[in-house]
C-alpha cells in the first residue's frame, strides 16, 4: 500500500479504535470479577441450588468440548486443503462408514451422558422434604410476600429469615393471580398459584419448594411471572442466619416491640440478643417522643389497622404486609425503599408514586382493593400524622 498522508491517518484512527475496543473488554471483564452479586445464578448456596448448578457446569463442559473438537477439525481442514499451487482434490470420503458410525455414536453417548443427570436432577427438585424440615407458607400478593411461620406463630412480610443447615420446605400459594418465587441462590424457581381447590376433606395442591441452605448471608430475589404492573417491584429479600440469630429473630417476632404500646411497663430486655450476654437491670422506661405517642394513636385510631398488623396491639389487620418489627427491615414496599424515615413518610404520603397500582390508598387518593373489586379510601392522614406514623413505625425494633 502507498504510504500517504491519508492512509497514515485511516491506519492511526484503526488503531485508536482497535485499543478503545480492548480498553472497554478489558473494563468489562474486571467489573465482572468484582463485586458480590446476591442475586447470582451461578452461585448455590442450597443443595437445590448446587444440584441444578453442577447440571449446568456439565452441559456447559460438553458444550465446550464439543466446540473445541468441531472447530479443531474446521480449522484443520480450512488449513490443510486450502487452495494453493499444485493442490490435488482431496481424497473424497462422502459416506464413508467409519465417520458414519463415530459421528452418529459420539453425539448419541455425550446426549446419554447429560440425559442421566438432568433426570436425576429432576426427580431432586421434586422430592418430599424430610418430616423436621421447617415449613414456611410463602403468600404473593399483588406486589408483595407474605411469609407465615406456622410452627413459630410469626408472620412477616418481604424478607425472609431462615436458618442455615436446617431444611426448609417452602408452601406456595398466591392471594390474587400466578406469581413465582425466585431467588437464584435458593436454586430453582417455582410458580406461586391459587392453590387448587379440593374435594371434601382433602387438601389443596399446593406448589413446594424444598432446600437446605448451606451458608450465612443476604440473597435477593425477585418475582418471576408477570402479575401486573408492578410485577418487577415485587422483590425478595432473603436472610440467611445461624440457627441462634433465627432463633433470636423468632423470639423477637413473637414479643412486641418495647414501643409497640406506650410504655408503661419497662422496656423489654431485647437489646441483649446475643446469648449468654447479661441481662441489663430494667432502666426506667425513658421519656418518649411525642410525635412517636402521636404517631401510634394515629395508627391505631385510623384505617391502617384494618390491613396491617403489630404483634402486641390491637392492629391485627391481615390484608396488607404485617408491621411487626418493621424498623429492623433493610427495605419497604417489597424491596423498593431503604427503610429510612424520609422513605417511609413518602411511601405512606403516596404509595402509587413508587408502585403503580400498589393495594395501599394513599393519604388523599383511594387504591383498589386487595381482591380487585371496590376501592379502599383514602387515609386522609395530614402531614402531621404521617410524620408522626413513619416516626412509630420506625421505632418498631
Ligand atoms: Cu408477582 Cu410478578
Known sequence: MLRTPENEGRSRATGRFVALVGALALAFLVAACAGDYPGSTIDPKTDLGETVHSLYVSVFWWTMFI??????????????????????????????????????????????????????????TQARPPADAMVVEVTGHRYWWEFHYPEQGVVTAN????????????????????????????????????????????????????????EEGTFLGQCAEFCGESHALMRIRVVAQSEA??????????????????????????QNEAAGTPEAAPSPAPQEDPLVTQGRETFMSSTCVACHAIEGTPAAGVMGPNLTRLGRRAY?????????????????????????????????????????????????????QVQAVAAYLSTLR
Do not use: C
Not at 417455582?190 to 432446600?211: I, K, M, S, W
Not at 403503580?356 to 393519604?363: C, E, H, K
Open 245 to 270: 440469630d433465627f432463633q433470636g429473630w423468632v423470639r423477637d417476632m413473637r414479643t412486641p416491640s418495647p414501643t409497640a404500646m406506650a410504655s408503661t411497663a419497662p422496656a423489654a430486655a431485647d
Open 67 to 124: 466446540g473445541v473438537v468441531v472447530w479443531a477439525v474446521l480449522g484443520y481442514t480450512i488449513f490443510a486443503f486450502r487452495e494453493k499451487p499444485g493442490q490435488e482434490r482431496p481424497r473424497q470420503i462422502h459416506g464413508h462408514l467409519g465417520l458414519e458410525i463415530a459421528w452418529t455414536v459420539g453425539p448419541a453417548i455425550i446426549v446419554v451422558a447429560i440425559a442421566i443427570p438432568t433426570v436425576q436432577a429432576v426427580f431432586a
Open 159 to 214: 424478607e425472609l429469615h431462615l436458618p442455615v443447615g436446617r431444611p426448609v420446605a417452602l408452601r406456595l400459594s398466591s392471594a390474587d393471580v400466578i406469581h413465582s418465587f425466585w431467588v437464584p441462590m435458593l436454586g430453582g424457581k417455582r410458580d406461586v398459584n391459587v392453590p387448587r381447590t379440593a374435594p371434601e376433606g382433602q387438601e389443596p395442591e399446593y406448589n413446594h419448594l424444598y432446600f437446605t441452605i448451606n
Open 332 to 384: 419497604i414496599g417489597a424491596g423498593l425503599l431503604e427503610n429510612t424515615r424520609e422513605n417511609l413518610v413518602r411511601w405512606i404520603t403516596d404509595p402509587s408514586t413508587v408502585k403503580p397500582g400498589v393495594r395501599m390508598p394513599s393519604t388523599d387518593r383511594e387504591a383498589r382493593l386487595p381482591t380487585g373489586q371496590g376501592m379502599w379510601p383514602a387515609t386522609g392522614l395530614t402531614d402531621d
